[in-house]
Structures are given as structure tokens and as C-alpha cells.
């Protein structure tokens, strides 16, 4: 798998995935246009929002495990697509892409080390890949910060796509422990922010595993 997507990549034209232009797997002037997140923000969410305020309507009433979620851009079909390409493909360059634009968003986190939410098993071999972690070293070398594998998977999940909130919360509860002790205080690197199902489910396990302090960093966020 991984010899042919190397071998797939030296046959083929190079092309933006996001646009198709040839040249660059992320051309500069889709590089220049990700949609980025601005403040004001939700201050524990990271939703973008009218005012600044400390909780809104998408994580108010809601226990969350992380102290704080933050994201560099909003997540359109530009975005997906590069995602897309970058999870399907492993092309190093996008995810690269992506650590530059969470490491111009956003300052180093105030942590002892970066993880990652660890792949699903199956999935993960499938494409033999794991962005998440890719992105967590990426980051870790901007940020001059160590990455540390503190989590596992304990049982496979179903797709998130297309279940209600409530049953995302339940499809991923439970779906991770720690695997090692985590420092008291920790950053928790995903791809895409999407309800905050799995972010919420990673760092309740983080906190087991004797996080105090989770802050949540994704290259991307949903924004309804
Ligand atoms: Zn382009
Ligand atoms: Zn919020």
C-alpha cells in the first residue's frame, strides 16, 4: 500500500487536490484562501461567535473533559478535500501544510507533550497511515514540543457520520484509555473537529491516565 501510493505519486502529474491545477499538491493560492478561523471565539469551544464568551450554544450544558478546543480553518469542501488527500494518500506535503497553518493560527500550547488521537486499527492499516499523528509530530517540531503516544483504542467505532450528537457521544464513549501516564498538562492533536464527540471521549482518557489540563488542537473545525 505505502509502496504504491510513493509509486502512484512519482507516476502521476502533480496536482493541487484542492483546485487540480498542476504544480504543487497544495497550489498557493489555495494555501493563501484556507478558510481561517478568526476570533471571536467560544473560549472553550472554539466556535466562532458573535462576541467573545466563555461557553456557547453548541458546548453550553455539555461536560466537557477538555479545558479548551481550537482549530486553524473552517471545514468547507476545500478543506475536505485536502484532508481527503492527505488521509487517503499520505501525502507528507498536506499535512505539512496543515502543522503550517495550525502553527500560524495558533500559539504553542503551555503543555509538557502533544498526543494524538491513535487511529482506528483497521482503519488506520487500511490506508496504513494516521493523520492525526502525522499531524502531531508536524506540530511538535514547529512548536518544539516532545509527542507522546498516550492513548489507545479499546473496541473498533462505527462511522460518525450521519449519527445525531447523542449518538455520537455514545458511539465513541468509552472508545479510548490511556496507555501510559499523561503529564498534567497536555495538548490532544486531531484533524477535524466535528461535534467534539471524540476530542471529549480522547481527553476524558487522557484525564484518567492523570491529565489535569487537556487543550484540543485540530487542523480543522466544523462551524454550523
Ligand atoms: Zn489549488
Ligand atoms: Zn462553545
Not at 16 to 43: D, F, H, I, K
Not at 192 to 199: F, L, M, Q
Amino acid at each position: 500500500m505505502w509502496c504504491d501510493v510513493k509509486l502512484l505519486d512519482l507516476i502521476l502529474p502533480m496536482r493541487c487536490v484542492v483546485c487540480a491545477a498542476p504544480g504543487e499538491q497544495l497550489c498557493p493560492t489555495c494555501r493563501e484562501e484556507l478558510p481561517r478561523l478568526r476570533p471571536p471565539l467560544c473560549a472553550r469551544c472554539g466556535k466562532p461567535t458573535e462576541w467573545p464568551v466563555e461557553r456557547c450554544v453548541e458546548c453550553a450544558g455539555h461536560r466537557l473533559a477538555f479545558a479548551s478546543a481550537r482549530a486553524a480553518v473552517a471545514y468547507d469542501d476545500r478543506v475536505r478535500r485536502l484532508i481527503r488527500g492527505w488521509k487517503e494518500r499520505g501525502l507528507r506535503t498536506l499535512a505539512a501544510a496543515a502543522a503550517d497553518a495550525v502553527a500560524g493560527a495558533l500559539p504553542p500550547p503551555e503543555v509538557a507533550a502533544l498526543t494524538f488521537v491513535p487511529a482506528d486499527r483497521a482503519r488506520g492499516l487500511e490506508r496504513g497511515y494516521q493523520p492525526a499523528e502525522r499531524l502531531a509530530r508536524e506540530l511538535a517540531e514547529r512548536w518544539s514540543l516532545p509527542v507522546e503516544p498516550l492513548l489507545a483504542r479499546t473496541r473498533p467505532v462505527a462511522r460518525q457520520r450521519g449519527l445525531s450528537l447523542a449518538e455520537r457521544r455514545r458511539n465513541v464513549a468509552g472508545a479510548f484509555a490511556p496507555a501510559r501516564k499523561s503529564p498534567p498538562r497536555v495538548c490532544l492533536v486531531d484533524d477535524v473537529y466535528t461535534s467534539g464527540s471524540t476530542a471529549n471521549a480522547a481527553a476524558s482518557a487522557l484525564r484518567k491516565g492523570g491529565g489535569r489540563c487537556v487543550e484540543v488542537v485540530t487542523f480543522a473545525r466544523v462551524v454550523r
